[in-house]
């Protein structure tokens, strides 16, 4: 699809090559003050206006389709785009406190929540657990690294098997009582037993992976799945809001996406990228001796983080506020390592 790449390019060039460019030659310019001052203010206003309109409209969930235009296109990406921004306001938050940034918190925070998005509370939670992971871990021995190492995963296995075999009407049930609609709604993103979202994403991943099995090198082509995947559907997987024929809905993953559009070559091109700006993030927070450096590092990871968890249930790089975002850090990872901060720039980071 020439769409795909024209849109892709465009991204690239406006905020990827845009940013490195930016960083590289304006000094002063760096993620810390970029965040603080143009980013977090901008994103908390628009996430200010769709969490009043919300809570003007009662509060509840399944009306998003009321307020979020032209902002946002559905809830997910609304839960995708506030996930992203309490994960920066808060990583800049506890390098610099400040009263707008315990106010830019509690904007994301709310929007996050009333986005009653399951896949930005978990890709929330999953990208600021790791940081506190990482942080923990950078303080222990190496025996403690590798005691905690081995408990977080018997309890990460543990927990995940618990959820899914649980009784979901009981579980459901219990985290009502304890915690509310909020709680329950949290709790049913393990049940793919009933919960019909759950069993309609296995049923696209499930044709994704027929898709993959039939092209598994050149793929079906850019922006393609959605008019194709009906036809690779199974009737052991369909479920009531399945179609046959159509051109509506994604693979519900960034990754099966790539996988069954781009084939394995571009699953493997999309894993190199994610990895290698990971790697690159969490090394320069693990190592750098100096905090305004490894905050620098942590701002830019971590937001990134969540977006490639959520990438495992949603796919929004067809959507501009997520794709800016990709690849305007993108750009400032390319400058962090070609272009180390210089020391004489640090009273312009510390006056975020």
């Known amino acids: ?196 979202s759950n069993l309609e994403r296995i049923n696209r991943w499930y044709a994704a992976l027929q898709m993959i099995q039939e092209r598994p090198l050149q793929g079906f082509g850019p922006n393609t799945f959605s008019i194709e995947y009906s036809a690779y559907q199974s009737s052991l997987t369909r479920t009531s809001v399945s179609v046959e024929m159509g051109e509506v809905g994604g693979a519900h993953s960034e990754y099966f996406t790539a996988a069954s559009e781009l084939g394995l070559p571009g699953l493997l091109l999309l894993l190199g990228v994610y990895l290698t700006t990971l790697s690159v993030g969490i090394r320069g927070f693990w190592r750098s001796q100096d905090p305004t450096y490894r905050w620098t590092y942590a701002l830019l990871t971590f937001p990134l983080m969540s977006y490639y968890l959520h990438g495992l249930i949603n796919n929004f790089m067809d959507h501009g506020h997520i794709a800016a975002l990709v690849y305007l850090h993108w750009g400032f990872f390319l400058m962090l390592e070609r272009k180390s901060i210089p020391s004489t720039h640090a009273s312009a980071y510390a006056s975020v």
Request: glycine share 10%; hydrophobic share 50%; proline share 4%.
């Open 1 to 196: 699809s020439i769409k795909f790449w024209v849109s892709q390019g465009a991204y690239f060039v406006a905020f990827g090559l845009t940013g490195y460019l930016w960083a590289t030659h304006r000094p002063h310019t760096d993620p810390l003050s970029v965040y603080a001052k143009w980013l977090l203010p901008s994103a908390s206003l628009v996430l200010l206006l769709l969490v009043y309109q919300h809570l003007q409209l009662g509060g509840k969930p399944g009306i998003h389709r009321l307020f979020l235009e032209p902002f946002m296109r559905e809830h997910t990406v609304y839960g995708a785009y506030s996930a992203w921004f309490f994960t920066a306001a808060l990583v800049l938050f506890v390098y610099r406190p400040s009263v707008w940034g315990a106010i830019w918190m509690g904007i994301t925070g709310a929007a996050l929540v009333l986005s009653y998005s399951r896949g930005g509370w978990l890709s929330a939670l999953g990208a600021l657990g790791l940081l506190g992971a990482i942080e923990l871990v950078r303080r222990l021995s190496p025996a403690g690294r590798l005691i905690l190492l081995a408990f977080t995963f018997l309890s990460a296995v543990s927990g995940l098997l618990f959820l899914i075999q649980y009784n979901p009407d009981v579980l459901r049930l219990q985290a009502r009582r304890t915690g509310g609609e909020l709680s329950e709604r949290f709790v049913s993103s393990f049940d793919v037993q009933r919960n019909l």
